[in-house]
């Protein structure tokens, strides 16, 4: 316990002084996908429940913020609100059809309702099709208090969201609802007969998955200004699966890790075009093949077996 | 001229037969699906890509070797269902015995990679392929091009004999016996392993095939497949995977519903298959010829 808490603490200092080495702007999107991660594998990993199409949340959040903000020129705080009830409403209708069937047919469904959403928004006027929300206008938050035009300012501000997000999710996994959900993950006839509504359940963490999701897309429009069609396309909710797979799924730091692994391999790669799809396909591949725990989840393997070692002597 | 619904019948009969077409399309995919699915627990993701490598063969064959497009219609498939059984030797029959989510997730990954070299060498814009049988036939109230006929002819015929292969012949009652209790199988002395690495290099097969029909209609493009897939899930959701015949009527008739609403409503043709699945789901969850499993 206590080396969880020295791990998190490094984390933290890391976080504060991680402007100084990297770039605040690329910082920011990987803590919003970061957010993102967490947010499908709160779903995937305590639930059991894979969705293949979270970007509906994250993409739509980011056009909400963006309308919001721009056309009703409302405050920021008023644009990231929109933006998780938006994202949490359409995870209750999408939710509440997709629980009614499981395991991989609940991937197929969830896929089916981003295509669709990816269609609507293609067609849709407030999103500006092809061309995508641009301009968002970077507002002052808090009333003028915090100054956001300024990058390592916006930067400590998402942060701070990135660690909200972080610890709501934290708390839900170690309350009862969290245990419960667990419960149905590992056995859901059994989780019924103790009088649990597995549905209910599933529905709750499904809509708070995608209110999360969505909080990461909002924020992301308000840093980078605009929101695309490529935010819904189904490429991304690949991408984030891919993230929670390589940190590893079922563990709550892991999609942090996979998150800035994945970001920065398509920083660098950014240049080769079409071999980021190629190496993120072999990743897939080769993950599901030989490190289905991932980072994250074979480290913490390797430390409990040396340590298990260690002990007898 | 006689009108319905304020629709001019040459809109009507054209924009129906193009949703025959797409619908020809969703039954054979689907098709593939389905018998893949029965009998590897695998929703193969790749089929897309598949699809398009079909597509690909074909147009590779006549620009390189100047094989003509009937003879294509044989090798290509052939060609990429082979392509298909070493895949499923390397990769796939290594997941057998994990969560079907793997093998989503790992088919998945093949199709990145196929569709980005794909894109690397051939890029993304789409290549003609020339039409083979060009003219057509005045029908009165419609115009029908000869292949397009030719074309949703064709994919009855091939549902139709993937249909009575299955639940028909000695082979198809061997395959549905495995996918029902694969280990029995085994003990009367059938190979499972190789049946189900046949089944894949069919299911694959059947996808190039379509792939081959689709050139000359669409362009061949590395990304032909890619949304393509993701509509022939919906249509899988919708008309359940228990039944092959299903697959068949449900594929037509949602090419077909697509086809009415670009005539009386275009702005939603792109999304009403998935309404149909929302209202299907709420309904009747299994799926229209589904069983709940």
Same mark, same amino acid.
């Given at each position: 316990?206590?080396?969880?808490?020295?791990?998190?603490?490094?984390?933290?200092?890391?976080?504060?002084?991680?402007?100084?080495?990297?770039?605040?702007?690329?910082?920011? +999107?990987?803590?919003?996908?970061?957010?993102?991660?967490?947010?499908?594998?709160?779903?995937?990993?305590?639930?059991?429940?894979?969705?293949?199409?979270?970007?509906?949340?994250?993409?739509?959040?980011?056009?909400?913020?963006?309308?919001?903000?721009?056309? $009703?020129?409302?405050?920021?705080?008023?644009?990231?609100?929109? #933006?998780?009830?938006?994202?949490?409403? &359409?995870?209750?209708?999408?939710?509440?059809?997709?629980?009614?069937?499981?395991?991989?047919?609940?991937?197929?469904?969830? &896929?089916?309702?981003?295509?669709?959403?990816?269609?609507?928004?293609?067609?849709?006027?407030?999103?500006? #099709?092809?061309?995508?929300?641009?301009?968002?206008?970077?507002?002052?938050?808090?009333?003028?208090?915090?100054?956001? +035009?300024?990058?390592?300012?916006?930067?400590? *501000?998402?942060?701070?969201?990135?660690?909200?997000?972080?610890?709501?999710?934290?708390?839900?996994?170690?309350?009862?609802?969290?245990?419960?959900?667990?419960?149905?993950?590992?056995?859901?006839?059994?989780?019924?007969?103790?009088?649990?509504?597995?549905?209910?359940? +599933?529905?709750?963490?499904?809509?708070?998955?995608?209110?999360?999701?969505?909080?990461?897309?909002?924020? +992301?429009?308000?840093?980078?200004?605009?929101?695309?069609?490529?935010?819904?396309?189904?490429?991304?909710?690949?991408?984030?699966?891919?993230?929670?797979?390589?940190?590893?799924?079922?563990?709550?730091?892991?999609?942090?890790?996979?998150?800035?692994?994945?970001?920065?391999?398509?920083?660098?790669?950014?240049?080769?075009?079409?071999?980021?799809? *190629?190496?993120? #396909?072999?990743?897939? *591949?080769?993950?599901?093949?030989?490190?289905?725990?991932?980072?994250?989840?074979?480290?913490?393997? $390797?430390?409990?077996?040396?340590?298990?070692?260690?002990?007898?002597? | 001229?006689?009108?319905?619904?304020?629709?001019?019948?040459?809109?009507?009969?054209?924009?129906?037969?193009?949703?025959?077409?797409?619908?020809?399309?969703?039954?054979?995919?689907?098709?593939?699906?389905?018998?893949?699915?029965?009998?590897?627990?695998?929703?193969?993701?790749?089929?897309?890509?598949?699809?398009?490598?079909?597509?690909?063969?074909?147009?590779?064959?006549?620009?390189?070797?100047?094989?003509?497009?009937?003879?294509?219609?044989?090798?290509?498939?052939?060609?990429?269902?082979? !392509?298909? !059984?070493?895949?499923?030797?390397?990769?796939?029959?290594?997941?057998?015995?994990?969560?079907?989510?793997?093998?989503?997730?790992?088919?998945?990954?093949?199709?990145?990679?196929?569709?980005?070299?794909?894109?690397?060498?051939?890029?993304?814009?789409?290549?003609?392929?020339?039409?083979? !049988?060009?003219?057509?036939?005045?029908?009165?109230?419609?115009?029908?091009?000869?292949?397009?006929?030719?074309?949703?002819?064709?994919?009855?015929? !091939?549902?139709?004999?993937?249909?009575?292969?299955?639940?028909?012949?000695?082979?198809?009652?061997?395959?549905?016996?495995?996918?029902?209790?694969?280990?029995?199988?085994?003990?009367?002395?059938?190979?499972?392993?190789?049946?189900?690495?046949?089944?894949?290099?069919?299911?694959?097969?059947?996808?190039?095939?379509?792939?081959?029909?689709?050139?000359?209609?669409?362009?061949?493009?590395?990304?032909?497949?890619?949304?393509?897939?993701?509509?022939?899930?919906?249509?899988?959701?919708?008309?359940?995977?228990?039944?092959?015949?299903?697959?068949?009527?449900?594929?037509?008739?949602?090419?077909?519903?697509?086809?009415?609403?670009?005539?009386?409503?275009?702005?939603?043709?792109?999304?009403?298959?998935?309404?149909?699945?929302?209202?299907?789901?709420?309904?009747?969850?299994?799926?229209?010829?589904?069983?709940?499993?």
């Amino acid at each position: 316990m206590t080396s969880q808490r020295v791990g998190y603490a490094i984390l933290i200092i890391l976080a504060l002084v991680a402007p100084a080495i990297a770039y605040p702007v690329f910082l920011m +999107k990987a803590l919003c996908f970061a957010l993102f991660a967490c947010a499908f594998n709160l779903l995937l990993g305590y639930a059991g429940l894979m969705s293949f199409g979270h970007a509906m949340f994250f993409g739509m959040a980011g056009y909400f913020y963006g309308h919001v903000v721009k056309a $009703w020129d409302m405050s920021p705080e008023i644009g990231l609100l929109a #933006g998780v009830a938006g994202a949490a409403a &359409l995870g209750l209708v999408t939710g509440a059809l997709a629980i009614r069937r499981q395991g991989i047919y609940f991937a197929m469904i969830t &896929l089916a309702f981003a295509q669709m959403v990816y269609f609507f928004c293609v067609q849709a006027p407030f999103t500006g #099709g092809e061309d995508g929300l641009q301009g968002i206008p970077r507002k002052a938050l808090l009333g003028g208090l915090i100054p956001t +035009k300024n990058d390592l300012v916006l930067y400590y *501000v998402v942060l701070a969201i990135f660690l909200f997000g972080y610890a709501a999710i934290y708390r839900f996994i170690h309350s009862p609802f969290g245990q419960v959900l667990k419960a149905i993950r590992d056995n859901e006839q059994r989780a019924v007969s103790l009088g649990y509504e597995a549905d209910r359940y +599933k529905l709750l963490a499904f809509v708070l998955s995608a209110a999360l999701a969505g909080l990461a897309g909002a924020t +992301k429009a308000m840093v980078q200004q605009f929101a695309t069609l490529t935010d819904v396309a189904a490429s991304t909710s690949g991408e984030v699966v891919l993230m929670a797979l390589v940190g590893g799924l079922g563990t709550i730091i892991g999609p942090v890790v996979g998150a800035f692994i994945i970001i920065t391999m398509q920083n660098y790669l950014a240049g080769f075009g079409q071999f980021v799809l *190629v190496i993120q #396909g072999a990743i897939f *591949v080769v993950i599901v093949l030989a490190f289905r725990k991932g980072v994250v989840g074979e480290f913490a393997e $390797w430390w409990r077996r040396r340590r298990s070692t260690t002990k007898p002597t | 001229m006689f009108e319905l619904l304020g629709i001019p019948p040459q809109a009507l009969f054209g924009q129906l037969l193009l949703g025959l077409i797409n619908g020809a399309f969703y039954a054979m995919l689907s098709l593939g699906l389905a018998v893949i699915f029965g009998m590897l627990n695998v929703i193969n993701f790749t089929h897309g890509a598949q699809y398009m490598m079909g597509a690909f063969a074909a147009w590779l064959l006549l620009g390189y070797l100047d094989v003509p497009f009937w003879a294509s219609l044989a090798l290509a498939p052939v060609i990429v269902g082979l !392509i298909g !059984i070493v895949l499923e030797k390397l990769l796939l029959k290594r997941i057998y015995h994990l969560d079907h989510l793997y093998g989503f997730l790992l088919t998945f990954g093949m199709a990145l990679v196929i569709e980005g070299l794909f894109q690397l060498q051939w890029g993304s814009s789409g290549a003609p392929y020339p039409n083979p !049988i060009p003219g057509g036939y005045n029908l009165g109230f419609m115009f029908l091009p000869t292949y397009r006929g030719f074309v949703v002819l064709a994919a009855l015929v !091939i549902c139709l004999a993937t249909w009575y292969g299955i639940e028909r012949t000695k082979l198809g009652a061997y395959l549905r016996a495995a996918t029902e209790n694969p280990t029995l199988v085994r003990a009367f002395g059938i190979n499972v392993p190789r049946l189900i690495t046949l089944t894949y290099g069919l299911g694959v097969a059947l996808a190039a095939l379509a792939g081959v029909l689709a050139a000359p209609i669409q362009q061949v493009s590395a990304l032909m497949g890619t949304n393509l897939v993701l509509v022939v899930f919906a249509v899988v959701v919708i008309g359940g995977m228990g039944s092959i015949m299903g697959s068949i009527v449900t594929g037509f008739g949602l090419g077909m519903i697509e086809g009415l609403t670009k005539v009386f409503y275009p702005p939603a043709s792109n999304t009403v298959i998935f309404v149909v699945m929302a209202i299907v789901l709420l309904v009747k969850p299994a799926g229209l010829f589904g069983q709940t499993k």
